[in-house]
């Protein structure tokens, strides 16, 4: 059974760094062509994707973003970190990971919950 | 401002049919593959249709999909009360080597 789960934190200030880990469990990461993305939105607003990294090491990142984001794998094999670097209160939403195939890149069949995130000094 | 566009509401009454739309480019769904994602109120988006038409397991036949050159369609039959909700489309797009999303459109069941 895949499931995901975020976790970080709930307040960051503006400029600072916000990191997000993504547990998989049922799958894992190191699988072929096996992906995680990051998709996130803000209070009423619609979904926006962030980013997304591949079994392969291969990753892509929304370039509308105006905070610099990197995903990478965790410390274990089934952690996907996110890190937005410089965030600014526009960053501010609820945070999803989700799992998806590099044969479906659009396509995200299992989610996580979400974790809210506030960007405010 | 969403790469894909969708109409930001739709309703229709139980029982009835409503087609929500979605409108790309040549990069995106011209290219790519369409998929839909339903979110109710306060929960995760699920997955509702992918490559196009197809239903992942769990899904009822009430929920087509289709795609015509750059546009997509969502037709739902049988309305009822819990699809009520956000719908969602998205794609891959070869422009900026990544997803992209609708807007969104929220259905009414009135």
């Known amino acids: 059974q895949i499931t995901l789960k975020e976790s970080g934190p709930t307040l960051v200030k503006p400029t600072q760094t916000l990191t997000l880990t993504c547990t998989l469990s049922?799958?894992?990461?190191?699988?072929?062509?096996?992906?995680v993305g990051w998709i996130r939105q803000p209070p009423g607003k619609a979904l926006e994707w962030v980013a997304l990294?591949?079994?392969?090491?291969?990753?892509r990142y929304n370039p509308a973003l105006k905070s610099t984001p990197f995903v990478s794998e965790g410390n274990s094999a089934n952690q996907v970190v996110l890190t937005l670097t410089n965030v600014d209160p526009l960053d501010t939403g609820t945070y999803y990971c989700?799992?998806?195939?590099?044969?479906?890149?659009?396509?995200?069949?299992?989610w996580g919950p979400g974790t809210v995130v506030t960007v405010s000094s | 401002q969403s790469v894909l566009t969708q109409s930001p509401s739709a309703s229709g009454t139980p029982g009835q049919s409503v087609t929500i739309s979605c409108s790309g480019s040549?990069?995106?769904?011209?290219?790519?593959?369409v998929y839909w994602y339903l979110q109710l109120p306060g929960t995760a988006p699920k997955l509702l249709i992918y490559?196009?038409?197809q239903r992942p397991s769990g899904v009822p036949d009430r929920f087509a999909g289709s795609k015509s050159g750059t546009s997509a369609s969502l037709a739902i039959s049988g309305l009822r009360s819990e699809d009520e909700g956000d719908y969602y489309c998205?794609?891959?797009?070869?422009?900026?080597?990544?997803?992209?999303f609708g807007g969104g459109t929220k259905l009414i069941v009135l």
């Open positions: 989700a799992h998806s195939t590099v044969a479906a890149r659009a396509g995200f069949d299992y």
């Open positions: 040549t990069s995106n769904i011209g290219t790519n593959f």
């Open positions: 998205a794609s891959w797009d070869d422009s900026v080597s990544g997803v992209v």
């Open positions: 049922g799958f894992s990461l190191t699988t072929g062509g096996v992906g």
């Open positions: 990294i591949y079994w392969n090491g291969d990753r």
């Open positions: 490559r196009n038409h």
